[in-house]
């Protein structure tokens, strides 16, 4: 298998500068390999929904960020490669603290990227998916 094409460190720079609504919350990157990885994302009381669990849109933005992650591995420090679809299935209720997003690309084409990311809460059964999405992300033109 290829080296990523993208850093941790190069990949963490760009989320400050493009992503900054996301950049404040110390998400960890566990792995990232070509067209793969994990990262953690810690508690925050701020991601609770009513019920005590983490929210939809938390989860959403974490599984975004992974597959950015996993597609960036592949074609490189391009912060202008978009996501152009997201389906969410929500399966369980997530426990508060911490939670997993796995994620893979499940093909990558000239000018897409498809992949899927599963979410695990780790304070709960940590082998049980609580959310999985799948989502394409368009990549410019000129770095594929």
């Known amino acids: 298998m290829p080296a990523p094409k993208v ?4 990949f ?3 989320v400050k500068v493009g992503l900054p609504q996301v950049a404040d919350w110390d998400v960890e990157i566990e792995s990232l390999e070509f067209g793969k990885g994990s990262v953690i994302l810690p508690y925050q009381q701020k991601f609770l929904r009513p019920g005590g669990t983490i929210s939809g849109p938390t989860m ?5 960020f992974a597959l950015y992650m996993a597609v ?7 912060p ?3 996501t152009t679809s997201l389906n969410t299935n929500f399966l369980n209720f997530p426990t ?7 994620v893979r690309v499940l093909k990558a084409g000239r000018r897409l990227v498809y992949g899927d990311v599963e979410i695990f809460a780790l304070a709960g059964d940590p082998d049980l998916c609580v959310t999985h999405i799948t989502g394409t992300y368009s990549v410019p033109a000129k770095t594929r």
Request: hydrophobic residues 50%.
């Open 80 to 82: 202008m490669a978009v």
């Open 72 to 78: 960036l591995s592949i074609v490189g420090p391009e």
């Open 60 to 64: 959403m933005a974490l599984g975004d």
């Open 7 to 10: 850093t941790t460190a190069e």
């Open 12 to 14: 963490l720079d760009i």
């Open 96 to 102: 508060a603290g911490d939670i997993r997003a796995k």
